[in-house]
Nanobody, 121 residues
């Protein structure tokens, strides 16, 4: 089973940028998604990408600020986050889609351990 490891989180000021990386232990041809979860809140969809990188999907809050990309040769999926806001503070997780085309966390598996993003005002 493919395992995922996230990295790239940290502390950044509002308006700044971070690039998160999701490294897979092996090749997968499935869609991969990014999610986030803030304390006391449910895990929410951020973005996803299909196996070839030709199709992406974004939540309304991430559209225009975040960019998801994929490098299958390196088995990595990246999330470039620009114009960060304090409301983006959360743990960020990547996961493999069990069923493509859905945004619900229940349709994803092989979750990584997450990487923390903190945006200060």
């Amino acid at each position: 089973q493919v395992q995922l490891v996230e990295s790239g989180g940290g502390l950044v000021q509002a308006g700044g940028s971070l690039r998160l990386s999701c490294a897979a232990s092996g090749r997968t041809f499935k869609n991969i998604g990014w999610f986030r979860q803030a304390p006391g809140k449910e895990r929410e969809f951020v973005a996803s990408i299909n196996w070839s990188g030709s199709t992406t999907d974004y939540a309304d809050f991430s559209k225009g600020r975040f960019t998801i990309s994929r490098d299958n040769a390196k088995s990595t999926v990246s999330l470039q986050m620009n114009s960060l806001k304090p409301g983006d503070t959360a743990g960020y997780y990547c996961a493999i889609a069990d069923v493509p085309g859905y945004r619900g966390p229940g349709h994803f598996g092989s979750w990584g351990q997450g990487t923390q993003v903190t945006v200060s005002s």
